[in-house]
């Protein structure tokens, strides 16, 4: 079973629309990370946020907000106003605390953001 | 900004051959991991590695591979002979401990393709 899936696996949008990215994980431990990542055309990846899991208070950051959920096992990803820069592959990642350090992230979607 | 960095960027190789990735990672980091990221899917872990030691290994390290800190600055991946299905691009990432909260600071990556 997947720990991490992200179901969409591809997301167009034009410019200045709002987008969500879906996120959903399995865990049996009661302390774990949640994490997502940006990776442009370009490869590298790109730490965007850290949530733990005693932590469900939203997070927002500029045009960027993410939306924790325990009941539901999720941790969805919102991009306002999209722009043609936001255009990516986003990963979201788990780190468990019996797993290490290890991160294991989900399938990816890929965000199209058109002018 | 102190960053991993990660020599070559792109590696071309011929099947059976033996190739050596490099990473410098962040200079007061402890804990090292090496990722692989098939092209258009999901990074997956490979290997961490602390005070000289494996701390965590997936299934996919299996003995083709090791992984070395030879000197103070530099951790390396080995993969002994080659497969063609070892085409993929390898990250390497450190952190300050291993402790969950902490992110990991990805390199650029190394594209390996084996012909």
């Known amino acids: 079973a997947q720990k991490v899936t992200q179901a969409q696996t591809e997301i167009s949008v034009v410019e200045k629309e709002d987008v969500t990215l879906d996120c959903v994980y399995e865990?049996?431990?009661?302390?774990?990370?949640l994490f997502w990542y940006k990776q442009p055309p370009s490869g590298e990846l790109v730490f965007l946020i850290r949530r733990n899991s005693f932590d469900e208070q939203n997070e927002i950051s500029g045009r960027y907000s993410w939306n924790f959920q325990k009941s539901t096992s999720s941790f969805n990803f919102t991009i306002t106003a999209s722009q043609v820069v936001d255009s990516a592959v986003y990963f979201c990642a788990l780190s468990e605390a019996n797993a290490g350090n290890m991160l294991t992230f989900g399938g990816g979607t890929r965000l199209m953001v058109k002018p | 900004e102190p960053e991993v960095t990660q020599t070559p960027s792109h590696q071309v190789t011929q099947m059976g051959q033996e190739v050596i990735l490099r990473c410098v990672p962040i200079s007061n980091h402890l804990y090292f991991y090496w990722y692989r990221q098939i092209l258009g899917q999901k990074v997956e872990f490979l290997v961490s590695?602390?005070?000289?030691?494996?701390?965590?290994k997936s299934e996919i390290f299996d003995d083709q591979f090791s992984v070395e800190r030879p000197d103070g600055s530099n951790f390396t991946l080995k993969i002994r002979s080659t497969k063609l299905e070892d085409s993929a691009m390898y990250f390497c990432?450190?952190?300050?401990?291993?402790?969950?909260?902490?992110?990991?600071?990805f390199g650029p990556g190394t594209r390996l393709t084996v012909l």
């Open positions: 590695f602390y005070n000289n030691e494996i701390s965590e």
């Open positions: 865990t049996r431990d009661t302390t774990y990370y």
């Open positions: 990432a450190s952190s300050e401990d291993n402790y969950l909260y902490n992110e990991q600071f």
